[in-house]
C-alpha cells in the first residue's frame, strides 16, 4: 500500500506536467503582414513571459515586440524579416503544437486580379526618371496619411529595395489615389512598390535614366552594436519627467538594414526624427534607471564611378528642396561667412561642374588643411584660419565650402572601427549631384588621418573621394532638429558626439539634480558575407 500511495502522487505531477504543456487554439489573422500584430489564443502560457517566447517561422520576436501575455492570450508584433511559416508558443522547455501564418506579401498573386484589400498602382507618371527628379503614383487604397507606409524602388542588391528617402525631401503628397515622391538616392532600373499597413501593391517596373554614371554597393557587412544610457538621480521629488533622445542607425543606401535586437526599457516613441525617445516618470532621490540598446546593421562599401563631363547642366544649380536646404548656411555650417565664400571661389574658380569644384576642394582640404587625428578647438572658421583641422571640423568646412559654391551637402556622422573592433566618433561628408545622388568623401580619412588600429588604405587619399568603406556605422546624416517636450523643461546637449543633433535629455518638474553617462558604442558581433 506505501508504494502505491507514493506512486500515485508522482502519477499526478505527471500527469498535471503534461497537460501544462501550451496549447494554441487560434492565431489571428492568419494570413497577415510582416510588422502587424499577432494574436494567439489558446491555454497554458502562463501568467507572465518571462522566459517564455514565440517563433514565427523560426524567428524569434525582440522582447519589445510582446504587447501582451497572459495564460490565454499573447499579442506579439511579427518580425519585419519574417516569413510565411508555423507558429508555436515556447514555455518551460516544453513547446505548443504549431499553427500556420501565411505572409500575404509572398503569397503568389493572379496577375490582373485584384482582391480590393491593400494599396493598389495604376500608373506611374513618368514612367524612367533621374536619381532625385519627381514621380506620380496613382491608384488606390494608398490611405489617407503615410504614417508608416512608403514607396521602395529597386536596388542594387538580391530580393532588397530602397525606400524614398526624408533626407532627401522625398515625399511631397501622400493621399488615398496618389502619391508623389522623389526618386532616392541607390534606386536602380527595377520593381517599384507602395507598401502600407494594409499589403504591398503588385510592383510595376520603373527605369533610372540619365545617370552621369555608377555607384555600387559591395562587401557587405553586419554589425551587432550595443550602448546604453546611465542614469542617477541626486535631487528628485515628484513630480518630473527626464526625457532621452538616444540616436538609432539610420537607413541609407549604404546602411540599408537595420534591426533592433533587444532593449532594456520600452521606449515613450519608437522612432522620433532618426532618434528613440524614452520618458522616465516620477524618479526619486537616489534612483539609478539605465537604458541598454542593440542592433545589427548591415553595411555596405560604396563605390563610385562617373564622368564630370557627363554632370549636365540641369545638375549644376538647381531650385529643388535638396537645394535649397543644403546649400543654405546655417550655425554650425556659415557658407555665408565672407572668408569661406573668398576662399572658396579662389579654389573653384570659374568651374560650373559641381562634381569638379567638390573634387577640388577635397584636395584643397588635403593638401592645406592640415588635418589631424587628435581633437582640436574651434570650428570650421577657425580651422579654415589655422589650416588646421579634426574630422569634425573638415567635414563641416568641406561642407560650408561647398555650399558656398552652389554644391549641396551635408555632414555624416557615426562612429569608425578598428581592427580591435573599437568605435570612435568619426565625421564626413556627403555632396549631391542631380541625376546620381549622394556622393561621400572623407576628407580626414583621406588625409590619413585615423586611428592607429584602423585598416587604413594604401590610396586613401584617391579613394575617399567618391567612395565609402564599410568599416563605419552611421547615426545621423545631416544635422538632425528635436522639439522639446516641454517648453520649461532644462535641457542637455552633447557636442560632437555620434550623431548630429540639438537635444539629448530634457529635465521636467522636480528632477533638481542628475548625472548621466552615455556609453560609447560597443561591437558585439561582426559577420561577414
Request: charged letters at 20%; hydrophobic letters at 35%; aromatic letters at 10%.
Amino acid at each position: 500500500m506505501r508504494r502505491f500511495f507514493f506512486a500515485a502522487p508522482l502519477l499526478f505531477l505527471l500527469f498535471s506536467c503534461e497537460n501544462r504543456q501550451p496549447r494554441i487554439h487560434a492565431i489571428n489573422p492568419r494570413i497577415g503582414i510582416m510588422g502587424e500584430i499577432l494574436t494567439i489564443s489558446g491555454e497554458h502560457f502562463g501568467d507572465t513571459r518571462d522566459e517564455s517566447y514565440v517563433t514565427i517561422s523560426g524567428i524569434t520576436p525582440i522582447t519589445s515586440s510582446y504587447l501582451e501575455w497572459t495564460d490565454t492570450r499573447i499579442q506579439v508584433r511579427i518580425p519585419e524579416f519574417g516569413d510565411s511559416g508555423l507558429v508555436a508558443v515556447h514555455r518551460d522547455n516544453k513547446k505548443s503544437n504549431a499553427a500556420l501564418f501565411s505572409n500575404r506579401e509572398t503569397m503568389p498573386q493572379t496577375q490582373g486580379e485584384y482582391t480590393g484589400i491593400g494599396p493598389r498602382i495604376l500608373s506611374v507618371e513618368p514612367p524612367s526618371g533621374q536619381i532625385g527628379s519627381v514621380v506620380t503614383i496613382t491608384g488606390s487604397g494608398f490611405g489617407a496619411s503615410r504614417e508608416g507606409s512608403g514607396v521602395f524602388f529597386a536596388w542594387d542588391a538580391p530580393e532588397a529595395s530602397v525606400e524614398v528617402s526624408e533626407t532627401e525631401f522625398g515625399y511631397e503628397l501622400w493621399s488615398e489615389r496618389e502619391i508623389r515622391v522623389r526618386i532616392p538616392d541607390g534606386a536602380i532600373a527595377g520593381n517599384l512598390t507602395v507598401r502600407t499597413s494594409q499589403g504591398s501593391a503588385r510592383p510595376v517596373f520603373f527605369d533610372i535614366t540619365g545617370k552621369p554614371g555608377a555607384k555600387t554597393y559591395t562587401d557587405k557587412r553586419r554589425y551587432a552594436i550595443s550602448y546604453s544610457v546611465d542614469i542617477r538621480a541626486a535631487e528628485a521629488e515628484p513630480p518630473n519627467r527626464l526625457y532621452l533622445w538616444i540616436p538609432r542607425p539610420v537607413k541609407s543606401a549604404s546602411q540599408r538594414d537595420v534591426q533592433p535586437l533587444s532593449r532594456s526599457v520600452e521606449p515613450f516613441i519608437e522612432n522620433y526624427r532618426g532618434t528613440t525617445l524614452f520618458q522616465m516618470q516620477n524618479l526619486s532621490s537616489g534612483a539609478n534607471p539605465e537604458v541598454t540598446l542593440s542592433y545589427m546593421v548591415e553595411v555596405y562599401a560604396v563605390e563610385t564611378t562617373i564622368g564630370a563631363y557627363s554632370v549636365t547642366a540641369g545638375s549644376r544649380t538647381g531650385s529643388s528642396p535638396i537645394a535649397a536646404e543644403y546649400t543654405a548656411p546655417s550655425p554650425r555650417i556659415p557658407s555665408d561667412d565672407p572668408r569661406i565664400k573668398e576662399r572658396s571661389a579662389a579654389i573653384v574658380g570659374r568651374e560650373q561642374n559641381p562634381f569638379t569644384k567638390a573634387r577640388r576642394i577635397y584636395n584643397y582640404l588635403l593638401a592645406e588643411g592640415g588635418i589631424q587625428w587628435k581633437q582640436l578647438p574651434g570650428g570650421p572658421l577657425e580651422a579654415l584660419e589655422a589650416k588646421q583641422a579634426d574630422p569634425y571640423t573638415a567635414a563641416l568646412l568641406f561642407c560650408a565650402m561647398a555650399r558656398a559654391a552652389g554644391i549641396p551637402a551635408i555632414p555624416v556622422s557615426g562612429v569608425l572601427l578598428d581592427r580591435n573592433r573599437t568605435a570612435s566618433r568619426h565625421y564626413w561628408a556627403e555632396f549631391w549631384v542631380d541625376g546620381f545622388g549622394w556622393t561621400p568623401v572623407d576628407p580626414a580619412l583621406g588625409a590619413g588621418a585615423a586611428p592607429p588600429a584602423f585598416i587604413s588604405r594604401a590610396d586613401n587619399s584617391g579613394y575617399y573621394f567618391g567612395n565609402l568603406d564599410n568599416q563605419r556605422i552611421i547615426f545621423s546624416r545631416g544635422f538632425t532638429s528635436l522639439s522639446q517636450m516641454d517648453p520649461r523643461g532644462h535641457v542637455a546637449i552633447r557636442e560632437r558626439d555620434y550623431a548630429l543633433q540639438n537635444l539629448w535629455e530634457e529635465a521636467v518638474g522636480g528632477l533638481e539634480s542628475y548625472s548621466s553617462f552615455w556609453s560609447d558604442i560597443t561591437i558585439t558581433g561582426v559577420y561577414y558575407q
